[in-house]
């Protein structure tokens, strides 16, 4: 039997379009999310329906025009399309225009009229159709040989659920053509279909049930019969709206009398065109569907055997073959297409082509073969790739082993890559000891595994992971692959194994193709790399801060901070029994036993039983969220009860039983990760575990601190910067009251005190220094008067009076401002003062809280990134004096403005010199840099 895959467009479109959250963009700032769930859905039903024949139907610019004749309430409250969304509409009829998938939109019908009147024009013995869609006003075509294909999402994945005839039956205990009649009874919130007032889902069913049609319940209304069995409401709506529900079948009809054409084969599945079909993946950066459908082979893209084409083409030696060489007009396509990622473009064609050929003969030139010591004499970089596998150590800081290392090398002028398969101790040491500058890609997790060896990977150069973060920090894909996609134009996805394999086993040489591409990518990378970032004017960022601060990362990772686990265990017992006793009087109060940690019985509870006022009861049930009960916090005693709850078992699921797995039974130590490619603003971040997330502010959540301990002999000196972000506007802005506080060393918050409300200094109370504070730091943010009346608990109005009157008051402020949001919006981006950028796609978004968002990061990120650069740089400084002086003391954290370290009691006195000096002189600013000390036994007693 042959089969048609009918596509509901507008459905799938908005699916992917609100499905898919993360951020998705070109370099010009445009969205491709429901491009791609779009294709990423259709893709998978193809490859399991196989379609002879396809259509893609679309609702047109009049396509309720119908309906809303009939009736104007139709869709009447429906926003109009965003405009990320509505260019991708047209963006995705020219994929299909690529892919020679036909598309069809008509005058004043909608998308499912298209469909419904396909479906059952083709739909036979011999042909079965499918319809794609999120709507299930479809359900109502399903019969013996159409099917309904909803997709839905499950733990985080698409699935593809299948309504076909008993699938209905059996949901809606109805027949599908009678989903009209449902329809029409209980209406359609969602199309703002009325139906009868007070009939839902259930009343509809049973009446249908019982009375098969709208026209038998209308004939049995009078009777006794109906009067037993349902309410005299039911029959009192239903006989004062009659002309309303039949309107509501109407109108929830299905249309099937649109102009389409009567030959089949007009949709038939073919070949795409696929120079086109490239040009299109290429422009969205879908890198993953290159891959998918093998796109840089030789061969043709057939969509009728995708599941088949694929499988010959990963073990067909005729198609390794293909992909691993271009056609001349293939590679000609491919150097005149743009692949960027906020980067590069290659114009020369010759240069490009040549870095095809050039990727083959790597790809071929990889050997086994062992490091030879004359390898150390060469000054040139040594490019490298360490191959690793799992390792479950638990004494591992790291859990990976290192198979291998593959080595650029040139035998005779040749490019060679030399495989050292399983090298011990003795050859890594000689490999990454050497002088040689030393080329990867992430290196700080290359540092720390050589590093539990005793061996110490010194001369880092270039490391192309954080290369890629430089260029464009809001970017967050920075593996060898994406990274090679999107600036060197070249998928190494096909040079993996179709199966991987051990290097013991018989095809040892197609399994270590990648490590060539590898070596390649990084090679290549590097040199476009570094000439993009001296155009940026960030290449000094990159060598002088960034590189050095893999070294200090890694260091810090290794030390790690001493972890008492009997300390958190103790406090977590002691959370245990008051969460016990929370537990019982929030039942004593409710009345009986619930889930205090279930949404749903929590809210029945609270608005039900209790009947705390609340908003609309939504679909999903009562929101319980903080801000809700922070709201209701004086309405019942129950409420600080369950918000207090939170907290505790927050703390004892998070910071307890939480951090307990990550000490490390070797040293009782907690290894964190340090990543400095992953923030937009420059910022370090802490993962496995979050250590820069540890409560420091309340006081029973910083009791997980106690727990954390400078071995024996050893104190922690802890350094924080007082109020880097301000003193970074003041210079930045060059506001002359900000500035004169910081140079006369004056409470910056006391002053902007008595500037805002306009009172001596002397007289500013504390409840106005604490606003003034709110206001200082908010206004770093962006905050909004809303923003800021939530924060201090005050009125709106006075909120905006505090914010109007502190940019009045500093000017300069003020004007530097709008001036980042100005030069963000004409240019593109922001950038710190030591020249990193961040892109503001968010200012192009037609949406106007997504451009309220992005006028904040325009604001803050030249602040909050400046100090982000200058505590690298303070980092940089503090670990190369402790190394030169040789003292017993090392970086142990950094938690945003703060450094913490362990020292020697025996060398705390010159850690403490160090540390003050190196930071305060890190950068050179028009207002003082000023830190503040403190020693301590353990990190609850720093500051």
């Given at each position: 039997m042959?089969t048609?895959?009918?596509?509901?467009g507008?459905?799938?479109?908005?699916?992917?379009?609100?499905?898919?959250?993360?951020?998705?963009?070109?370099d010009?700032?445009?969205?491709?999310?429901?491009?791609?769930?779009?294709l990423a859905?259709?893709f998978?039903?193809?490859?399991?329906v196989?379609?002879?024949?396809?259509l893609?139907?679309f609702?047109?610019?009049t396509?309720a025009?119908?309906?809303?004749?009939q009736?104007?309430?139709?869709?009447?409250s429906?926003?109009?399309?965003p405009?990320?969304l509505?260019?991708?509409?047209t963006?995705i009829k020219?994929?299909?225009?690529a892919m020679?998938i036909k598309?069809l939109?008509?005058?004043d019908?909608?998308?499912?009229?298209i469909?419904?009147?396909?479906?059952?024009k083709f739909a036979s013995?011999?042909?079965?159709?499918?319809?794609?869609?999120g709507?299930?006003?479809?359900?109502q075509?399903?019969?013996?040989?159409?099917?309904v294909?909803?997709?839905k999402?499950?733990m985080g994945?698409?699935?593809t659920?299948?309504?076909?005839?008993?699938?209905?039956q059996?949901?809606?205990?109805l027949e599908p053509?009678?989903?009209?009649?449902?329809?029409?009874?209980?209406?359609?919130?969602?199309d703002?279909?009325?139906?009868?007032?007070?009939?839902?889902p259930?009343?509809?069913?049973?009446?249908l049930?019982?009375?098969?049609?709208?026209d038998?319940?209308?004939?049995?209304?009078?009777?006794e019969?109906?009067?037993k069995?349902?309410?005299p409401k039911?029959?009192?709506?239903?006989?004062q709206?009659?002309?309303l529900?039949e309107?509501?079948k109407k109108?929830?009809t299905i249309?099937t009398d649109a102009?389409v054409t009567?030959?089949?084969e007009?949709?038939?599945?073919?070949?795409?065109n696929?120079?086109?079909?490239?040009e299109?993946?290429?422009k969205?950066?879908?890198?993953k569907?290159?891959n998918?459908?093998?796109l840089?082979?030789d061969?043709?893209v057939k969509?009728?055997?995708?599941?088949k084409s694929?499988?010959e083409?990963?073990?067909?030696?005729?198609?390794?073959?293909?992909r691993?060489?271009?056609?001349?007009?293939e590679?000609?396509?491919?150097?005149?297409?743009?692949?960027?990622?906020g980067a590069?473009?290659v114009?020369?064609?010759?240069?490009?082509?040549?870095?095809?050929?050039?990727?083959?003969?790597?790809v071929?030139?990889?050997?086994?073969g062992?490091?030879?010591?004359?390898?150390?004499d060469?000054?040139?970089?040594?490019?490298?790739?360490?191959?690793?596998?799992?390792?479950?150590?638990?004494n591992?800081?790291?859990?990976?082993?290192?198979?291998?290392v593959?080595?650029y090398?040139?035998k005779?002028g040749e490019a060679k890559v030399?495989?050292?398969k399983?090298?011990n101790?003795?050859?890594?040491?000689?490999?990454f000891?050497c002088n040689?500058?030393?080329?990867?890609?992430?290196?700080?997790?290359?540092?720390?595994?050589?590093k539990?060896?005793?061996?110490?990977l010194?001369?880092?150069?270039?490391?192309?992971?954080v290369a890629a973060?430089?260029?464009?920090?809001?970017?967050?894909k920075?593996s060898?692959?994406e990274?090679a996609?999107?600036y060197?134009?070249?998928d190494?996805?096909q040079?993996?194994?179709?199966?991987q394999t051990?290097?013991f086993?018989?095809n040892?040489?197609e399994?270590?193709?990648i490590?060539?591409a590898y070596?390649?990518?990084?090679?290549a990378f590097?040199?476009?790399?570094e000439e993009?970032m001296?155009?940026?004017?960030?290449?000094?960022?990159?060598?002088?801060?960034e590189i050095?601060?893999?070294?200090?990362?890694?260091?810090?990772q290794?030390?790690?901070?001493?972890?008492i686990?009997?300390?958190?265990?103790q406090?977590?017992?002691?959370?245990?029994?008051?969460?016990?006793?929370?537990?019982?009087?929030?039942?004593?109060?409710?009345?009986?036993?619930?889930?205090?940690?279930?949404?749903?019985q929590?809210g029945k509870?609270?608005?039900?039983?209790?009947g705390?006022?609340t908003?609309?009861?939504t679909?999903?049930?009562?929101?319980?969220?903080v801000?809700?009960l922070?709201?209701?916090?004086?309405?019942?005693?129950?409420?600080?009860k369950?918000?207090?709850?939170r907290t505790?078992a927050k703390?004892?699921?998070?910071?307890v039983?939480?951090?307990?797995?990550?000490?490390?039974?070797k040293?009782n130590?907690?290894?964190?990760?340090?990543h400095?490619?992953?923030?937009?603003?420059?910022r370090?971040?802490?993962?496995?575990p979050?250590l820069?997330?540890i409560?420091s502010?309340?006081?029973?959540?910083?009791n997980?601190?106690?727990?954390?301990?400078?071995?024996?002999?050893?104190?922690y000196i802890d350094a924080d910067?007082s109020?880097?972000?301000?003193r970074?506007?003041?210079?930045m802005s060059?506001d002359?009251?900000m500035?004169?506080?910081?140079?006369?060393?004056?409470?910056?918050?006391?002053?902007?005190a008595?500037?805002?409300?306009?009172?001596?200094?002397?007289?500013?109370?504390?409840?106005?220094?604490s606003?003034?504070?709110?206001?200082?730091?908010?206004?770093v943010?962006?905050?909004?008067?809303?923003?800021l009346a939530n924060q201090?608990?005050t009125?709106?109005?006075?909120?905006?009076?505090?914010i109007?009157?502190?940019?009045?008051?500093?000017?300069g402020?003020?004007?530097y401002?709008?001036a980042?949001?100005e030069?963000?919006?004409?240019?593109?981006?922001v950038e710190t003062?030591f020249g990193r950028?961040?892109?503001?796609q968010?200012?192009?978004?037609?949406?106007?809280m997504?451009?309220?968002?992005g006028?904040r990061?325009?604001?803050?990120?030249p602040?909050q990134?400046?100090?982000?650069?200058?505590?690298?740089?303070a980092?940089n400084k503090?670990?190369?004096?402790?190394?030169?002086a040789?003292?017993d003391a090392?970086?142990?954290?950094?938690?945003?403005?703060?450094?913490i370290?362990?020292?020697?009691e025996k060398?705390?006195?010159?850690?403490k010199?160090i540390?003050?000096?190196?930071m305060?002189?890190?950068a050179?600013?028009?207002?003082p840099?000023?830190v503040?000390?403190?020693?301590a036994n353990?990190?609850?007693?720093?500051?």
């Open positions: 042959k048609i895959l009918l596509i509901d507008n459905s799938i479109m908005n699916r992917a379009f609100y499905g898919i959250t993360a951020p998705m963009t070109t010009d700032g445009k969205h491709t999310n429901a491009l791609y769930g779009f859905i259709m998978k039903n193809m490859e399991e196989k379609p002879d024949y396809m893609v139907a609702d047109s610019k396509a025009n119908v309906r809303k004749q009736y104007d309430g139709y869709k009447k429906r926003h109009a399309m405009e990320e509505t260019y991708q509409m963006e020219e994929i299909l225009d020679n598309h939109e008509l005058p019908f909608e998308g499912d009229d469909l419904g009147t396909v479906a059952k013995d011999e042909i079965q159709a499918y319809i794609l869609s709507d299930r006003d479809l359900f075509l399903v019969q013996k040989n159409i099917t294909r909803l997709p999402t499950k994945h698409t699935e659920e299948i309504y076909d005839l008993q699938k209905v059996e949901e809606y205990e053509q009678t989903l009209i009649e449902l329809k029409g009874l209980m209406g359609d919130s969602s703002e279909i009325p139906g009868a007032p007070g009939v839902g259930k009343t509809a069913t049973t009446l049930k019982k009375f098969g049609s709208i038998g319940i209308y004939k049995a209304l009078g009777e019969e109906f009067a069995d349902f309410k039911v029959r009192e709506s239903l006989s709206n009659h002309e529900v309107l509501s109108l929830g249309r102009t009567d030959d089949i007009e949709l038939k599945v073919v070949e795409w696929k120079p086109a079909v490239i299109q993946f290429r969205y950066k879908f890198r569907y290159m998918k459908f093998n840089s082979a061969s043709g969509m009728d055997g995708v599941a694929k499988l083409t990963q073990t067909s030696e005729k198609a390794q073959s293909a691993a060489a271009r056609t001349d007009n590679a000609k396509l491919a150097n005149t297409t743009q692949i960027t990622a590069v473009r114009d020369s064609s010759e240069e490009k082509a040549n870095d095809i050929d050039a990727v083959q003969q790597f071929n030139n990889v050997e086994i062992k490091f030879e010591d004359t390898m150390c060469s000054n040139d970089p040594l490019i490298f790739y360490i191959d690793t596998s799992k390792d479950e150590d638990e591992k800081i790291i859990k990976k082993e290192i198979k291998g593959a080595i090398a040139e005779n030399i495989y050292i399983e090298p101790d003795e050859v890594l040491k000689k490999i000891e040689r500058p030393k080329v990867g890609h992430n290196l700080s997790e290359a540092y720390v595994m050589l539990e060896r005793d061996i110490k010194s001369n880092i150069n270039f490391d192309m992971d973060y430089d260029i464009n920090p809001t970017n967050a920075h060898i692959e990274i996609f999107q060197l134009d070249i190494l996805a040079y993996k194994p179709a199966k051990s290097l086993e018989a040892v040489e399994d270590m193709r490590f060539g070596i390649f990518a990084i090679k590097q040199k476009i790399a993009k001296t155009q940026e004017g960030i290449i000094k960022l990159f060598n002088q801060i050095p601060l893999i070294e200090v990362l890694g260091e810090m290794v030390n790690g901070m001493m972890c686990e009997e300390v958190l265990q406090f977590g017992e002691m959370l245990k029994t008051e969460i016990q006793k929370l537990t019982e009087e929030i039942y004593e109060l409710a009345g009986e036993e619930f889930n205090i940690n279930s949404t749903q929590l509870i609270l608005f039900e039983k209790l705390l006022p908003r609309k009861k679909k999903t049930g009562y929101s319980t969220d801000a809700t922070e709201k209701l916090a004086n309405k019942h005693e129950i409420i600080p369950i918000l207090e709850y505790l703390l004892n699921s998070t910071y039983e939480g951090l307990i797995p990550y000490i490390n039974p040293d130590r907690i290894h964190s990760y340090f400095q490619t992953i923030t937009a603003t420059g370090i971040s802490s993962t496995e979050n820069q997330n409560p502010r309340e006081e029973l959540g910083k997980i601190k106690k727990a954390f301990i400078p071995q024996k002999g050893y104190v910067y109020q880097i972000e301000l970074v506007l003041a210079h060059q002359v009251n500035m004169n506080a910081f140079k006369n060393d004056e409470d910056i918050h006391r002053e902007v008595s500037k805002v409300f306009n009172m001596p200094l002397d007289q500013v109370t504390k409840e106005q220094r606003r003034a504070k709110a206001v200082n730091f908010g206004i943010y962006g905050i909004t008067g809303f923003g201090i608990r009125s709106n109005k006075e909120a905006k009076e505090y109007d009157s502190y940019l009045e008051k500093y000017s402020v003020n004007a401002m709008k980042q949001v030069k963000a919006q004409q240019t593109g981006y003062l950028k961040r892109f503001i968010e200012l192009k978004s037609s949406n106007y997504v451009r309220e968002f006028k990061a325009a604001m803050n990120t602040i990134g400046t100090a982000a650069d200058i505590m690298k740089i980092m503090v670990y190369e004096e402790l190394n030169k040789k003292i090392r970086i142990v954290l950094q938690v945003h403005d703060e450094l370290l362990e020292a020697s060398d705390k006195q010159q850690a010199e540390l003050k000096t190196a305060e002189n890190a050179k600013l028009d207002v840099l000023k503040e000390l403190s020693e353990s990190w609850y007693e720093a500051k």
